[in-house]
C-alpha cells in the first residue's frame, strides 16, 4: 500500500524559479527519502532524512520533515531545465526496512 | 543506474506466455527489490529478498515468482497467470535490512503483452 502522497501531481515553472513539492504519510516513519525520475529510467536517490531531522540540504535542493503534521516538503531552488523529472517521496514505516512510495509530482520546467 | 543491469530494455510477449525479466548487480549489496510502476500510480512492490536463497512476497506478488540463486542476480518471472503484465518493472538494491538504507535503482524493463 502507498503511505506517501506528493502534492501536487503535476507543476509547471519557468527556469531560475523555485519549485516546491509536499509529501503526506499516515503512519509514524523511521526516515523519509526522496527520489527523482527522468522519464523512462530508474530512480535516483536525492536525499534521506530521518524522523529526528527536522530539515536537510542538498546542493540546490532542500527537505524539510514535520512528523506533527506528516509531512515533508522538497524545495528545489533557480530550477533548470534538467530538473524536469518526477519526483517521488519513500516513507520508512517504523520497523521495516522497506520504503513505500508515493505517486509522484511531475514537475516541467520550461527554458 | 550504474551497477544495476536490467535486460532487455523494452520486451514484448504474446498473453499466455511467460516471460523473465533479468537484474543483475556488482554493488555487493544484499537486498533486492521488484516493483512495477504503472502510469499515476507510483511504484508497487512485487517481491524482495534480504539473502540468498530466501525471498518475501510485496504487496502485488500474485502472477509472478522470483529465485536469489546468487547474490548478484534476482530474476523475476512474470507468469501467464498474471492478469496485467504490460508496465514498467525496476529493480532495486540496498546495502543492507537496517533502517536507513537508500535503494538503488536499474534502469527499468517496460513489458508489452498483446
Known amino acids: 500500500s502507498q503511505q506517501g502522497e506528493e502534492d501536487p501531481q503535476a507543476l509547471s515553472i519557468q527556469e531560475g524559479e523555485n519549485a516546491t513539492m509536499n509529501c503526506s504519510y499516515k503512519t509514524s516513519i523511521n526516515n523519509l527519502q526522496w527520489y527523482r525520475q527522468n522519464s523512462g529510467r530508474g530512480l535516483v536517490h536525492l536525499i534521506l532524512?530521518?524522523?529526528?531531522?527536522r530539515e536537510k540540504h542538498s546542493g540546490r535542493l532542500r527537505v524539510t520533515l514535520d512528523t506533527s503534521k506528516k509531512s515533508s516538503s522538497l524545495l528545489i531552488t533557480a530550477s533548470r531545465a534538467a530538473d524536469t523529472a518526477s519526483y517521488f517521496c519513500a516513507t520508512g514505516p517504523g520497523g521495516s526496512y522497506i520504503p513505500t512510495f508515493g505517486r509522484g509530482t511531475s514537475l516541467i520546467v520550461h527554458p | 543506474d550504474g551497477g544495476i543491469t536490467q535486460s532487455p530494455k523494452y520486451l514484448f510477449r504474446k498473453e499466455g506466455q511467460n516471460v523473465t525479466l533479468s537484474c543483475e548487480q556488482n554493488?555487493?549489496?544484499?537486498?533486492m527489490y521488484w516493483y512495477r510502476q504503472d502510469p499515476g500510480q507510483g511504484l508497487r512492490l512485487i517481491y524482495y529478498?534480504?539473502?540468498?536463497?530466501?525471498?518475501q512476497k510485496g504487496d502485488i506478488a500474485e502472477g509472478y515468482s522470483v529465485s536469489r540463486e546468487k547474490k548478484e542476480s534476482f530474476p523475476l518471472t512474470v507468469t501467464s497467470a498474471q492478469k496485467n503484465p504490460t508496465a514498467f518493472y525496476l529493480c532495486?538494491?540496498?546495502?543492507?535490512?537496517?533502517?536507513?538504507?537508500?535503494?538503488?535503482f536499474g534502469p527499468g524493463t517496460r513489458l508489452t503483452v498483446t
Open positions: 529478498s534480504q539473502i540468498v536463497n530466501d525471498f
Open positions: 532524512i530521518r524522523s529526528n531531522e
Open positions: 554493488l555487493n549489496h544484499d537486498a
Open positions: 532495486a538494491t540496498s546495502g543492507s535490512g537496517g533502517l536507513f538504507y537508500e535503494q538503488y
